[in-house]
């Protein structure tokens, strides 16, 4: 039987350099999608989905984030005694949300790459089994995209990638999986990722996207790498390299993720994110379509 999974890691160091200049005071994670901060919907998941120990890897500059999760007590108050019960008892909701995924931080060392977050965490993990979620990721899906990992993982054994169905055009973008075997219900085994290829050379028609589950011999694989961290990417170290030496002799699987994915990582995309959220909000999105509908109406 395999392991229960646990724990969780949020790899949140990053500058987020492709939303500058929005991202200079305010960190990418800490920005809102609908009236949440989007790493507070990644939190949420992973809480919804039984985590019960949640590790963020954060940079000096990311203070707002541990802010955020942290009681304020004398804000609540305040708040209690205006009148303004309902917004009271959402601040307490979120230091709550913080205390049921046990949220800890830890600082980044080591090499770039989105490798070393992981790497850095693993050492108050221990040998176990461990999600992975990038905080720049929402999914709108009736079962948690992480509960989804979570029960392929518990299916095999074995490390889990996410998967979506991708457009071949956009094969230029995205870690493209090489699917070996289609087993049904989403569930595919791969034999590694190829990193951005062009459309002709797409090895299959999905993406991977900001989910896995990481088992101790992934972190092993994570380990050789940075002993040999000169020879790769101009000394990064990435997740992507451990999963393809580790996928060369042993079982890697995908799983197609049923539910919607949003990237806000990139301005286009998080006003997607945004306008998406919105007009599935029952008090906004009546309210954006009578706007869209005026705008579309001639002048």
């Not at 090895?203 to 790498?225: D, K």
Request: charged content about 20%.
């Amino acid at each position: 039987m395999a392991p229960t999974i646990r724990r969780a890691v949020i790899p949140a160091a990053g500058l987020g350099s492709r939303l500058l200049p929005l991202t200079k005071a305010t960190p990418k994670e800490m920005l809102p999608v609908g009236d949440k901060p989007v790493i507070e919907h990644t939190v949420r998941e992973l809480v919804a989905s039984g985590i019960t120990d949640i590790t963020i890897v954060v940079s000096g500059a990311k203070s707002l984030i541990q802010d955020h999760f942290r009681p304020n007590p004398a804000l609540v108050e305040e708040l209690r005694e205006a009148g303004k019960t309902a917004y009271a008892d959402a601040v307490e909701e979120v230091a709550d949300l913080a205390r049921r995924g046990h949220i800890t931080y830890l600082d980044q060392h080591g090499p770039y790459g989105n490798g070393t977050p992981v790497l850095n965490a693993a050492r108050n993990v221990g040998d176990e089994p461990m999600l992975v979620l990038w905080p720049d990721d929402v999914f709108v899906a009736e079962v948690p995209r992480a509960q989804q990992l979570i029960r392929a993982y518990e299916a095999t054994s074995c490390p889990v990638l996410a998967l979506m169905p991708m457009d071949p055009a956009d094969s230029g973008r995205y870690g493209v999986p090489v699917v070996k075997e289609d087993l049904g219900e989403g569930l595919l085994r791969i034999t590694g990722l190829v990193e951005k290829p062009k459309p002709a050379d797409a090895p299959s028609a999905f993406a991977a996207i900001g989910g896995y589950v990481v088992t101790p011999a992934i972190i092993e694989e994570l380990r050789e790498q940075t002993r040999r961290w000169h020879e790769h990417r101009q000394g990064e170290i990435y997740l992507t390299d451990a999963i393809n030496a580790y996928a060369s002799g042993r079982a890697v699987y995908g799983q197609v993720i049923s539910g919607q994915w949003y990237d806000t990582g990139n301005p286009a995309d998080y006003l997607v994110a945004q306008m998406a959220h919105a007009l599935a909000h029952p008090e906004y999105g009546p309210i954006l379509r009578r706007l869209a509908r005026g705008l579309d109406e001639p002048s």
